[in-house]
């Protein structure tokens, strides 16, 4: 097995977490040293207004801050005040969860339907299922894992089993669903007789989610900082106290753990608009605000080759490889237009797409490649979650 690390360190951007498989940098995350990512927090919002022309409603969940939440899905919602009936309304005080941070002009999005992720585990309010990650395609295991968990499931929550349950001990799934269990009891219990615009569960920093969300392939987390150290200790403690032994402070200071993995070479790489292929192609990687197009370009390979339909499907396969690896590098999501070069063979349009969504499958978020057009343009959507890199890597 490859040496794979988690990487925390501090930078002069803030502090990164990079994961390495081998030698190379996978995923990145890096949280500004001035501001804190609110992207899992949950507060008692006051609903301010009703928009009914969009069915949804603004939420002052700090004090002059608002979140976006749609009524879509609203009838598990926990109200703070007294109420009749489940409708949401102006002046309602309610537990809110930010599920996606503010992007530029749009405000953050919120849910009434929050949730406690852990390693295995993700406590679900207001979804009372039982379900398993599609990424354990085993039915012993996924039927193993159901089985343990059903004796604790309720009519107000569900779980979700994560990727990384696949094979784990009993023991752990069950610790850690107590703990889950106990932040539900807190928020629902005592949190709603707080004052309204609380905070009411502050999600752990991006770089201990970086730990949490690290699959089991991670045989080392290493840090150079003794204060992340200290921090990344009493996280795992309380949370992860399987993974306590692969915590590991660098402590040699001829060489930075910045300079010996060349962190910030890396980073500058991942947020260049252009990406060479080894076939001569290259990547040219242009995000907007509303989708990102990456177009694929034959560059060197394509000149002296008389093979040309040829030289474009290798190109082309190379490019999907690298463009599924990129979008989990860049966390790039949502809406991704590719452009890919030509090709005349039907047959090789569906190679190319069937090569594209194996390659997706490796992602730990969701991403899904949808048909080829005649022009070689393929979409495919990637779940939105936190700021894509080169946000976070030049906040604006």
Sequence with gaps: MENNKLLVTVLEQGILAANYEGNRMVQVN?????????????????????????????VEYEKGKMCYLSLKDTEKAVFANVKKNNKICEGDTIVVQISREDVKTKAPVATVCFAFT??????????????????????????????????????????????????????AILREQRILNGLYQNITEFGIHKEKRSLLYQAPANYLCSIRDSQDTVSEIVTDSSELYRQMEEYLNCYQMEDLGKLRLYEDTSTSLDRLYALTTNLEKAVSKQVWLKSGG????????????????????????????ETFFKINLEAAKEIAFQMRLRNLSGIIIVDFIDMASD??????????????????????????????????????????????????
């Design 282 to 309: 290259y990547l040219v990687i242009e995000p907007t605000e509303a989708l990102t197009v990456i177009d694929v370009n034959t560059g060197k390979a394509i000149k002296g080759n008389k093979k040309v339909q």
């Design 118 to 171: 852990g390693k295995y585990l993700v406590l679900t309010h207001g979804k009372s299922r039982l379900s398993v990650s599609t990424k354990i395609s085993e039915e012993e295991e996924r039927e193993r894992l159901k089985e343990l968990l059903r004796p604790y499931q309720r009519e107000e929550y569900g779980f979700i089993l994560r990727t990384n349950a696949l094979g784990a001990e009993e023991e």
């Design 347 to 396: 047959e090789d349009k569906q190679e190319l797409l069937r090569t594209l969504r194996e390659h997706l499958k490796k992602d730990p978020l969701k991403a899904v490649a949808l048909d080829i057009t005649p022009l070689g343009l393929v979409e495919i959507t990637r779940k939105k979650l936190r700021k894509p890199l080169h946000e976070q890597f030049h906040p604006i």
């Design 30 to 58: 890096i949280e500004p040293r001035d501001t804190k990512s609110i992207l899992g927090n949950i507060y008692l919002g006051q609903v301010k207004n009703i928009v009914k022309n969009i069915n949804a409603a603004f």
